[in-house]
């Protein structure tokens, strides 16, 4: 045998020896990585974020097990699948097929549901087509005619949504005080054409200066509701100096407006805007189950299909458990075939189920909607899918399969990957929570950095031998006890690119990287906990799962709130509490992910954060009728004078976007280029340096770098542009450079080497200095948004908040920061974040990992359990006080951390 493990057996030159042989694989950021991978195992990729970890499992392991299943797919089918394009890599040997189980940033659309994504829904429906109970003389329905999403089966007049959006007259006038001129139909639109619109009111001779509550009903009705468009003359009132000439002006009701604007609009904004103006309610006809009436008639087990499709999965196999053996199941007496189409599917159902609820969701509905749910329930709901598959021989390639795990869900997880591996299939898993490294039978731990810095193995083994690689940064996380080692890659290592501009900006940053100013109070919190400066209290909130819960929440502190999956953290935080403030800052409902420079103090989001939270399909905050109904009262709400929400959600969908546009740091660096001398002789302004403007870019590939290639039967491909070669300018504009750079070489520099390039330009030092110091400094300012990960958005994010100017007492809501942050990456991040505690503002995370927790100042834990067994709380306080706990379920957890630090 050789040393790469071929042998020489009379014919192809190769026997399988149960490993997976990676040779020369230069995706991404990897360096011609030769490594060997165990097949049959539970094998863990570590790394820092950006080492280069998924570029192996995903970009190389798992591309090549789909390219070469694609050689064998038909041509023609292959155009009906999406395909990845084949890894730069020289041989893979040894690898089986793959299954990918990514965790997908985008959410589904409203319609996708629980039920959709486990197939769930068609058993369900099956069953009451095959096997339900039928009113006398009714004709038997398809399996369609059970589903809110076909035809056949939605209600025709809430079209399978549930709920109708109308509007009343005190949702249109809020306050009837007003006059017509003063405003009081609010949901007209505002500027000219809500001016047009009184004005038209008072040509037809409705009196626009009385106070709305003294005009007669029948003219308040017809204002707000008519369907009537009449147009009229209007003779505007004339001003001096300025010649007005009559029009004609079309009137358009309040209702009207709204209704249409809502409907048609691509505006996020505009639809968020007249979405305050409506109200939500239950579907007349179908009373909010979605379904034709026909459908609701029929039942099993005594209940139509809604009514199951409601329950918490473990209910709905209590139920359906009885039905299992074949006997007369209540609610249908009929024997013989339907008896048994019963029993089969109903075994089907119980077991998927108990699959679901082995891995923590059994609190879940089969009518969820996916958007509701987080990235790490969505990829558990694959993965039991999966486990039901019964595959064998299987790689299965897993992205953070603990991601949004509590640590007791993440021993049932722990479980069914046992199960997997048991099976004969083999489980590569990209993973930074230690408890499910140390389990793993093999590590792969990529570094020793991120980005340029990274790119190497090294190691590639059992768990034990990682403690002797003095250059990871895993092995003093993963090994407590062997320190922080002097490798490249461990703590001091990080600090190259993660907080090396610690004196850059020492009258705004202290000495480990947190703000400084008014109000500072000093100590981490692991070694004494800041006492709460003043309190949020909310009283009465009542949505999923709260049902009349009261919470004080600490300002002036860092606050964790935690709780097993499902026990209402994001709910209270992310949407209650983060709707009530925005409310009253004055944000609105579409406060969105972060501080993005460009975005403006007004928008207290990043750039586009808008426009993502309505793509995405998020829930966001709450909506002002749900907030209005939600909360009976809150208080203290007048010491927050302005909300940052931070969250992992994508910067950008399209290449076009990058850190250097969204961060701002890309108006500065093109003012540097057209400042030049040969830029102002040439007329060249700092639009001209933009990649987006027509006279800069190339005209070849419109600015993109490169060209999109169709290859028809094969994965579509990127080929560099032809005539730019991927500097995306043209010839005119690349021959002005500054400091012998290019604005494209500018675009090609890592932050940290235009931290140095830039040293003396002001307006892009802060911002750089911001993203080096949670960690970013091996990112190009060039890197598109699409191929950052959630955590690397996330901290961008939080970067470009660093970098503002910050008035007042801000509040910090953050839902799980460190998921998909390595140990080292969270422990920058927790820098930042307690910084901003010592600067005088509030934070509050929603976290699982609990080295995070044992840090914080105050600690909320929700439950006991997920679903209708949470939604309460069940200790309140400092961390070593939640963790005397005897009745939550973190306690224990959260017990060990302390102990051990």
Not at 126 to 142: H, I, K, N, T, V
Not at 695 to 710: D, H, K, L, S
Not at 758 to 785: I, K
Not at 818 to 830: E, I, R
Request: hydrophobic letters at 35%; one cysteine or more; proline letters at 6%.
């Amino acid at each position: 045998m050789s040393d790469d493990g071929y042998v020489d057996d009379g014919d192809d030159g190769y026997v399988d020896d149960g490993y997976v042989r990676v040779r020369g694989a230069r995706e991404h950021n990897l360096r011609g990585v030769d490594v060997d991978i165990p097949r049959d195992a539970l094998v863990a990729f570590t790394g820092v974020s950006g080492s280069g970890k998924s570029s192996l499992a995903f970009g190389t392991l798992y591309a090549e097990a789909q390219r070469r299943y694609f050689e064998s797919v038909a041509p023609y089918a292959r155009r009906l699948i999406h395909q990845v394009g084949a890894p730069k890599v020289e041989e893979v040997t040894g690898l089986p097929p793959a299954v990918a189980l990514e965790q997908r940033r985008s959410a589904p659309t409203g319609r996708s549901s629980v039920g959709t994504v486990t197939t769930l829904s068609n058993s369900l429906r099956m069953l009451f087509s095959r096997a339900g109970s039928y009113p006398e003389g009714a004709q038997r329905l398809d399996s369609d005619a059970f589903s809110p999403n076909t035809a056949a089966g939605a209600c025709p007049e809430c079209h399978g949504l549930g709920t109708v959006h109308r509007v009343t007259e005190d949702s249109l006038v809020p306050d009837p005080s007003l006059t017509v001129r003063e405003g009081a139909i609010a949901a007209w639109p505002g500027a000219w054409l809500g001016k047009n619109l009184r004005d038209i009111t008072a040509t037809m001779g409705y009196d626009i200066d009385r106070p709305w509550r003294e005009l007669p009903r029948e003219e308040r009705e017809w204002l707000l509701f008519t369907d009537e468009q009449p147009v009229v003359t209007v003779h505007p009132v004339r001003e001096a100096g300025r010649i007005h000439r009559p029009y004609q002006g079309t009137y358009q009701s309040a209702k009207r407006y709204v209704l249409h604007t809502f409907a048609d609009t691509k505006s996020a904004t505009l639809r968020q805007r007249v979405r305050r103006f409506l109200v939500s309610a239950d579907c007349p006809v179908c009373g909010g189950r979605r379904l034709r009436a026909e459908a609701l008639k029929v039942t099993f087990a005594g209940r139509d299909i809604a009514e199951l499709a409601a329950l918490p999965l473990e209910r709905l196999a209590e139920i359906l458990r009885p039905s299992t053996e074949g006997g007369e199941g209540e609610g249908h007496r009929e024997g013989g075939i339907r008896e048994s189409v019963a029993a089969t599917l109903s075994r089907d159902l119980v077991s998927r189920i108990e699959v679901l609820t082995e891995l923590g969701l059994g609190y879940l509905s089969t009518d969820r909607p996916t958007p509701t749910l987080s990235a790490g329930e969505l990829q558990r709901l694959r993965l039991a899918t999966q486990l039901r598959s019964g595959l064998f021989g299987v790689v299965y390639v897993l992205d953070e399969p603990s991601a949004g795990l509590h640590p007791a869900d993440t021993e049932a997880l722990l479980t069914v990957l046992d199960r997997l591996k048991v099976a004969g299939n083999s489980l590569f898993v990209v993973e930074h929570d230690m408890a499910v490294v140390r389990r793993a039978d093999w590590v792969v731990d990529v570094g020793p950095l991120a980005g340029e810095h990274g790119g190497e193995v090294l190691f590639s083994g059992p768990v034990p031998g990682l403690a002797q690689v003095a250059a990871s940064a895993t092995r003093r996380y993963l090994f407590p006890e062997t320190g922080p080692g002097t490798g490249p890659g461990t703590g001091a290592g990080l600090e190259r690119s993660g907080t090396g501009a610690d004196a850059a900006d020492s009258a705004t940053f202290d000495a480990d990287g947190g703000p400084s100013g008014p109000g500072r109070t000093d100590g981490p919190a692991r070694g004494g906990h800041r006492a709460p400066e003043r309190w949020l209290i909310l009283e009465g909130v009542s949505r999923h799962n709260l049902t009349g819960l009261d919470v004080e929440i600490p300002l002036g502190v860092f606050t964790a709130v935690t709780g097993v999956s499902g026990s209402g953290k994001s709910t209270l935080i992310s949407q209650v509490l983060a709707g009530l403030v925005a409310d009253h800052t004055g944000t609105g409902a579409s406060t969105g992910t972060g501080g993005g420079a460009r975005a403006g103090a007004a928008r207290r989001g990043g750039a586009g954060a808008e426009e993502d939270e309505e793509a995405e399909g998020a829930e966001g905050p709450v909506p002002v009728e749900d907030r209005e109904a939600g909360v009976a009262a809150a208080k203290g709400l007048e010491a927050v004078d302005r909300l940052v929400r931070v969250d992992q959600k994508p910067i950008g969908r399209t290449p076009r976007s990058n850190l250097a546009t969204y961060t701002g740091l890309f108006d500065a660096v093109r003012k540097v280029f057209a400042a030049t001398d040969e830029a102002r002789e040439r007329g060249y302004g700092a639009g001209r340096f933009s990649f987006n403007v027509a006279e800069g870019r190339c005209p070849t590939c419109q600015g993109e770098g490169y060209i999109a290639v169709e290859l028809l039967f094969l994965p579509g491909t990127y080929a560099p542009c032809t005539d730019c070669h991927g500097a995306r300018y043209n010839p005119e504009t690349l021959q002005i450079t500054y400091r012998g750079a290019t604005i494209a070489d500018v675009l090609e520099m890592t932050v940290d080497r235009a931290a140095e390039f830039l040293a003396d330009v002001p307006a892009a030092v802060r911002g750089l200095d911001a993203l080096r110091r949670v960690g970013l400094g091996y990112l190009r300012l060039g890197q598109p948004a699409t191929e950052l990960s959630g955590g690397e958005a996330q901290r961008i994010k939080l970067a470009s908040e660093l970098q503002r100017t910050r008035r007042g007492h801000t509040l910090y809501l953050l839902d799980e920061p460190t998921t998909g942050l390595h140990p080292a990456d969270t422990d920058v991040l927790l820098r930042q974040l307690h910084g901003l505690v010592r600067a005088g503002h509030s934070v509050v995370v929603v976290e699982h990992d609990l080295t995070v927790v044992a840090g914080a100042d105050w600690v909320i834990d929700l439950g006991p359990g997920g679903g209708d067994r949470g939604g309460r709380i069940v200790a309140a306080g400092t961390p070593a006080e939640v963790a005397r706990s005897t009745t939550s379920a973190t306690a224990p957890y959260l017990g060990a951390v302390l102990a051990e630090s």
